[in-house]
């Protein structure tokens, strides 16, 4: 199981506003380490969505943005859209677990 | 732009082995950090190990140590990742993702498209 929790699904009407949390520990989020989010659409890999917390890449929409803090992380999406509708993942490092890459669980985010 | 291009789906029997290659091309291969995250039939993201392409160092899962192997071949641009004592539960889509440094909690920017690996009697 993942040392990352996410809510399994969030839901908004289009144009409205939903965050996805990322909860994590003292030995990963907590620890200072950063935070990057991935959207997933079905049967295609993940994208990078943000970056180091709260950086977009390029080609992100400026409605789509991170923020962390403390032993959490969370994406925001506003003015959603129905292109939105996808699986987000947040990632981030583990120093308990030897040293490794974790994911969160996974949130689905659905457009009403 | 940078690409990473997988091989196709496998079927193996319980107790096989797996080799999943990953084709690097449009950047420098040998500067960048590969790395290897599988994700079950409707299930998350798990992160399998990463392998230093500079100098083939590697640092798998816990859960994958002693079952995984991961090499690349700089002359290909290619990297590999072995898995042995295939289960049922090894079902899954294989991703390669490409790591921006090699800084071990730093994003994956370009991903492969997947390799689907059934594992089944």
């Known amino acids: 199981q993942s040392v990352l929790t996410q809510p399994p699904s969030v839901s908004g009407a289009p144009g409205q506003r939903v965050t996805i949390s990322c909860t994590g520990s003292?030995?990963?989020?907590?620890?200072?380490?950063?935070v990057h989010w991935y959207q997933q659409l079905p049967g295609t890999a993940p994208k990078l969505v943000i970056y180091?917390?709260?950086n977009r890449p390029s080609g992100v929409p400026d409605r789509i943005s991170g923020s962390k803090s403390g032993t959490s992380a969370s994406l925001a999406i506003t003015g959603l859209q129905a292109e939105d509708e996808a699986d987000y993942y947040c990632?981030?490092?583990?120093?308990?677990?030897?040293?490794?890459?974790?994911f969160g669980t996974g949130t689905r985010v659905t457009v009403l | 732009q940078g690409q990473l291009a997988q091989s196709g789906a496998e079927v193996k029997k319980p107790g096989a082995s797996v080799k999943v290659s990953c084709k690097a091309s449009g950047y420098t291969f040998i500067s960048y950090v590969i790395t290897w995250v599988r994700q079950a039939p409707g299930q998350g993201l798990e992160w399998m190990g990463r392998?230093?392409?500079?100098?083939?160092?590697?640092h798998y899962a816990q859960k994958f140590q002693g079952r995984v192997t991961m090499t690349t071949d700089t002359s290909t641009t290619t990297a590999y990742m072995e898995l042995r004592g295939l289960r049922s539960d090894d079902t899954a889509v294989y991703f390669c993702a490409r790591a921006t440094s090699s800084y071990e909690g730093d994003h994956f920017d370009y991903w492969g498209q997947g390799t689907l690996v059934t594992v089944s009697s």
């Open positions: 392998i230093y392409v500079d100098n083939g160092n590697t």
């Open positions: 990632q981030s490092y583990d120093s308990s677990l030897s040293g490794s890459g974790v």
């Open positions: 003292s030995s990963n989020i907590g620890a200072g380490y950063d």
């Open positions: 180091r917390n709260s």
